[in-house]
């Protein structure tokens, strides 16, 4: 066998492997953008954004909470527009902050102990 017919050899099933590794590599894909599809459909799964707001608003109910006890009196309209701001971002998604489609009493249950903290 001369040199050529190795060489020519080599490369061929060089890139027979290449083929067969980007096949395998891109099935693999496949099924984990199947799984990633399934978790995302049957798992509530909060996003940042959400999450975010979540903190923002226990932030201004305790900021209204401490204005509120602590500070001057406010005018009844500026409170009365915090809390339709805040009742705004609430109604938005309401009571999927701590639902789970698993098992609703317990979710329940931690909330109603969140609560307690406040």
Same mark, same amino acid.
Not at 40 to 56: G, H, P, R
Not at 104 to 118: I, Y
């Given at each position: 066998m001369t040199i050529r017919k190795r060489l020519i050899f080599t490369l061929g099933v060089a890139l027979r492997a290449l083929i067969v590794v980007g096949r395998f590599g891109l099935w693999r894909l496949s099924q984990a953008q199947q799984r990633f599809a399934l978790v +995302? #459909?049957?798992?509530?799964?909060?996003? #940042?954004?959400?999450?975010? $707001? *979540?903190? $923002?608003n226990?932030?201004?109910?305790?900021?209204? *909470?401490?204005?509120?006890?602590?500070? !001057?009196p406010r005018?009844?309209?500026e409170v009365e527009q915090l809390l339709a701001s805040w009742r705004s971002m609430e109604s938005k998604r309401p009571d999927s902050l701590f639902m789970t489609r698993a098992n609703?009493?317990?979710?329940?249950? *931690?909330? !109603? *102990?969140? +609560?307690? $903290?406040?």
């Open positions: +995302q #459909t049957n798992i509530i799964i909060l996003s #940042t954004k959400e999450l975010n $707001d *979540a903190k $923002d226990v932030s201004n109910l305790r900021r209204l *909470a401490y204005s509120y006890l602590f500070s !001057r005018p009844p309209r609703p009493a317990v979710a329940v249950e *931690a909330g !109603r *102990a969140g +609560q307690e $903290d406040l």
